[in-house]
């Protein structure tokens, strides 16, 4: 079946340090991969996401590239900032039996970036 | 425009209760999804409707039944609470078709004790 493995957190980070999360699926076919951003007390929010092999999807200096030779798609971020302290869910998106789209989640990453 | 917004915020029920909890979805949107998300977890998917109908489910137990309605709002129902049922239940909404990113709602936490 589907899954996503995600690194384990948490993560710890000093303001304008470098950030990856490493995130990599198994999947039948070639499913839509996100990543999303979850702050404390709310839902869920998309932060990025890729639909093909070698698309890079970015967001708020945040990327991440479908690589299908490798089956990762990594969240990086080149100089992380105090807002940025959340948990971050790697997903991929594929459809399921009645044509309904069904998201598989990786177990989540925290994030807490000190000022 | 008005995203997805789910009701209550939260809820303590009894084991072996039942609970509905609610959801509006973003406008435009006419499917809806809804996920479980156990602490410190990442959300599992329960089932999707659109018009109206159940058109994809989860490993969930047949307790966990839904509804959406003509104006696309849908509801959860729980049946015969356990504790393991404790979790955030989020709701999503997205266009039919194509590839639209899903939209949620800030959840319900929902405690059974």
């Known amino acids: 079946g589907n899954s996503v493995t995600q690194m384990e957190g948490p993560v710890t980070l000093s303001e304008e340090a470098f950030l990856t999360i490493n995130c990599t699926y198994t999947?039948?076919?070639?499913?839509?991969l996100f990543w999303y951003v979850q702050y404390p007390g709310e839902g869920l929010q998309l932060l990025l996401k890729?639909?093909?092999?070698?698309d890079k999807g970015s967001n708020k200096g945040f990327e991440a590239t479908y690589r299908k030779e490798t089956t990762s798609f990594h969240l990086e971020k080149g100089s992380v900032q105090v807002s940025d302290s959340a948990v971050y869910f790697c997903?991929?998106?594929?459809?399921?039996?009645?044509?309904?789209?069904?998201?598989?989640f990786g177990s989540g990453t925290q994030l807490t970036v000190l000022p | 425009e008005t995203g997805v917004t789910q009701s209550p915020t939260h809820l303590i029920k009894t084991r072996g209760q039942q609970v509905t909890l609610r959801c509006s979805s973003q406008?435009?949107?006419?499917?809806v999804s809804w996920y479980q998300q156990a602490l410190g977890q990442g959300p599992q998917f329960i089932f999707q409707?659109?018009?109206?109908?159940?058109?994809g489910r989860g490993n969930f137990p047949p307790r966990f039944s839904g509804l959406q309605f003509p104006n696309y709002s849908s509801e959860l129902n729980v049946n015969a609470l356990e504790l393991d049922d404790s979790a955030l239940y989020l709701c999503?909404?997205?266009?039919?078709?194509?590839?639209?990113?899903?939209?949620f709602g800030n959840g319900t936490r929902l405690t059974v004790t």
């Open positions: 999503a909404s997205t266009p039919a078709g194509g590839n639209s990113p899903l939209h």
């Open positions: 999947a039948t076919g070639y499913p839509s």
């Open positions: 890729a639909t093909k092999a070698d």
């Open positions: 997903a991929l998106s594929r459809i399921s039996s009645g044509s309904a789209r069904q998201l598989t």
């Open positions: 406008s435009g949107h006419n499917t």
């Open positions: 409707y659109y018009r109206e109908e159940e058109n």
